[in-house]
């Protein structure tokens, strides 16, 4: 290769991170957003690429680089590439995801929750609707290969029966189109006791429970205790025991998810509950992230650490848990094309009230009630009065046209935007690890030991 025709047709990517440089200033661990590989560069390498004269590389050296995306053709707009690889990958999604909140009630008084909890459940009246409006999308999409449900609240196990009635007819629904099904939840894990969890997985195909603990029980009980005051965090962490310690776990093939939001409240006490999972060999069989607590529909953000504060703090609980789980990605190695469900053609959620949305944060907040923007329509109407422009959906669109930070943003596309809702309310969601990206690879590095695949050249 000619390398000054190289120097001529290449350019840097406009997605390539760095680290400081290590090992005394002759590393640097640089990563690529784009295809998520991660090399270690000789310094004099690393700057070769920043000015320019990549005629001072081998030929196997800028090979690899172009391969990794770190080097891409210098008439590339990058941003429109990414974009437009996105919608690409939603045009082609193989799965249709459908979203259910089967009630509107929830045991629990989060202060920090926007939404507003009554004893209604989705009516069965609505269910011959709710089928119909799914068989619709799949029959006019023949892409779909599988139907993959999620359960949402309030607490959706406060509706378990509609649950379980309407799994039934989901399966059978994909059984006669010959379609695979899986199914989620997103609870509480107050009401997940071991029998529940079992039946919900060996008969009704739920594969995946994200459950919530907010540091040990002291901080936890004070802001996620019952409606009556009464605290929650021992008979949740009672179920997740139970369940995991139950012989059939590891054959079932489900899978349990701790998530811990922090604000300024209760950060102090994540380590502890970090200590604490790992006492009970828990990290081993569960996984576990934190949250900054997010805006819903309310001021809740307002307490969440500064953005650099918590990026930092949650370097400190992910050199914990890799400790017990050195599994754990630290940064993603797939891109992010889809940001959310705002952005799938037909993705929506239906909540307790059958009302139709292609967002999970908007119902249930009198912040959004008598935003018809945000609606679609309510399940029982008919289909032809739904409303054809789905709210946000020019998501993609509106970053590509330079509207939001996103689009020269170095993470866009593992990313994705993180929230489109937040972003149209001048509430900025940019994820921790734009600001710890740096540690997370010097983190990956060593928990790794610097493997040759990832030297360039390989015999560095």
Same mark, same amino acid.
Request: net charge neutral.
């Given at each position: 290769?000619? =390398?000054? =025709?190289?120097?001529?047709s290449h350019k840097l990517s406009q997605y390539v991170i760095a680290t400081d440089p290590f090992s005394k200033g002759k590393f640097r661990v640089v990563y690529s957003s784009r295809s998520g590989k991660i090399n270690i560069l000789k310094e004099e390498i690393y700057q070769s690429l920043l000015n320019g004269h990549?005629?001072?590389?081998?030929?196997?050296?800028?090979?690899?680089?172009?391969?990794?995306?770190?080097?891409?053709?210098?008439?590339?707009?990058?941003?429109?590439?990414?974009?437009?690889?996105?919608?690409?990958?939603?045009?082609?999604?193989?799965?249709?995801?459908?979203?259910?909140?089967?009630?509107?009630?929830?045991?629990? $008084?989060?202060?920090?929750?926007?939404?507003?909890?009554?004893?209604?459940?989705?009516?069965?009246?609505?269910?011959?609707?709710?089928?119909?409006?799914?068989?619709?999308?799949?029959?006019?999409?023949?892409?779909?290969?599988?139907?993959?449900?999620?359960?949402?609240?309030?607490?959706?196990?406060?509706?378990?029966?509609?649950?379980?009635?309407?799994?039934?007819?989901?399966?059978?629904?994909?059984?006669?189109? $010959?379609?695979?099904?899986?199914?989620?939840?997103?609870?509480?894990?107050?009401?997940?006791?071991?029998?529940?969890?079992?039946?919900?997985?060996?008969?009704?195909?739920?594969?995946?429970? +994200?459950? =919530?603990?907010? $540091?040990?029980?002291?901080? @936890?009980?004070?802001?996620?205790?019952?409606?009556?005051?009464?605290?929650?965090?021992?008979?949740?962490?009672?179920?997740?025991?139970?369940?995991?310690?139950?012989?059939?776990?590891?054959?079932?093939?489900?899978?349990?998810? !701790?998530?811990?939001?922090?604000?300024?409240?209760? @950060?102090?006490?994540?380590?502890?509950?970090?200590?604490?999972?790992?006492?009970?060999?828990?990290?081993?069989?569960?996984?576990?992230?934190?949250?900054?607590?997010?805006?819903?529909?309310?001021?809740?953000?307002?307490?969440?650490? +500064?953005?650099?504060?918590?990026?930092?703090?949650?370097?400190?609980?992910?050199?914990?848990?890799?400790?017990?789980?050195? &599994?754990?990605?630290?940064?993603?190695?797939?891109?992010?094309?889809?940001?959310?469900?705002?952005?799938?053609?037909?993705?929506?959620?239906?909540?307790?009230?059958?009302?139709?949305?292609?967002?999970?944060?908007?119902?249930?907040?009198?912040?959004? +009630?008598?935003?018809?923007?945000?609606? !679609? &329509?309510?399940?029982?109407?008919?289909?032809?009065?739904?409303?054809?422009?789905?709210?946000?959906?020019?998501?993609? +669109?509106?970053?590509?046209?330079?509207?939001?930070?996103?689009?020269?943003?170095?993470?866009?596309?593992?990313?994705?935007?993180?929230?489109?809702?937040?972003?149209?309310?001048? !509430?900025?969601?940019?994820?921790?690890?734009?600001?710890?990206?740096?540690?997370?690879?010097?983190?990956?590095?060593?928990?790794?030991?610097?493997?040759?695949?990832?030297?360039?050249?390989?015999?560095?």
């Amino acid at each position: 290769m000619n =390398t000054n =025709t190289m120097n001529n047709s290449h350019k840097l990517s406009q997605y390539v991170i760095a680290t400081d440089p290590f090992s005394k200033g002759k590393f640097r661990v640089v990563y690529s957003s784009r295809s998520g590989k991660i090399n270690i560069l000789k310094e004099e390498i690393y700057q070769s690429l920043l000015n320019g004269h990549f005629e001072n590389n081998s030929d196997e050296i800028l090979a690899k680089l172009k391969n990794d995306a770190i080097l891409v053709p210098a008439e590339e707009d990058e941003l429109r590439t990414i974009i437009d690889e996105n919608h690409k990958v939603v045009a082609g999604e193989k799965a249709l995801y459908y979203a259910i909140q089967p009630s509107a009630n929830c045991q629990l $008084g989060c202060g920090y929750c926007g939404q507003v909890h009554t004893a209604d459940k989705i009516k069965k009246d609505y269910y011959a609707n709710l089928l119909s409006r799914i068989e619709e999308k799949l029959e006019t999409n023949s892409q779909y290969e599988t139907l993959s449900i999620a359960w949402f609240g309030g607490e959706p196990l406060m509706g378990l029966s509609n649950i379980k009635e309407l799994s039934d007819k989901f399966q059978e629904m994909a059984k006669d189109r $010959g379609m695979g099904y899986h199914a989620k939840m997103v609870t509480n894990g107050l009401a997940l006791k071991r029998k529940i969890f079992y039946d919900l997985v060996e008969n009704y195909k739920l594969n995946f429970f +994200e459950v =919530t603990l907010d $540091g040990t029980a002291e901080y @936890h009980d004070t802001r996620r205790h019952t409606k009556s005051g009464n605290k929650s965090f021992d008979l949740i962490l009672k179920n997740i025991i139970d369940i995991t310690s139950d012989p059939r776990f590891e054959t079932s093939k489900a899978s349990i998810n !701790i998530r811990c939001n922090v604000d300024a409240t209760n @950060h102090e006490g994540v380590e502890g509950l970090i200590e604490l999972l790992d006492g009970l060999d828990l990290l081993s069989k569960v996984g576990f992230y934190t949250a900054p607590i997010h805006s819903w529909g309310n001021d809740a953000h307002l307490a969440s650490l +500064e953005k650099n504060d918590y990026a930092a703090f949650e370097i400190s609980c992910l050199q914990k848990v890799i400790k017990s789980n050195p &599994n754990k990605a630290l940064v993603p190695t797939q891109r992010k094309p889809v940001v959310c469900m705002t952005v799938k053609k037909d993705s929506e959620l239906v909540d307790a009230f059958g009302n139709v949305y292609n967002c999970t944060e908007v119902s249930q907040v009198p912040t959004y +009630e008598k935003r018809q923007d945000l609606k !679609i &329509n309510n399940i029982k109407e008919k289909q032809k009065d739904f409303n054809a422009e789905r709210p946000m959906s020019n998501w993609y +669109e509106d970053v590509a046209d330079g509207k939001f930070p996103c689009s020269t943003c170095s993470i866009l596309p593992i990313c994705g935007g993180q929230c489109p809702k937040s972003w149209y309310e001048d !509430i900025s969601p940019c994820p921790s690890i734009k600001f710890n990206i740096k540690e997370r690879l010097m983190l990956h590095v060593i928990k790794n030991a610097p493997s040759k695949k990832q030297m360039v050249p390989a015999d560095v």
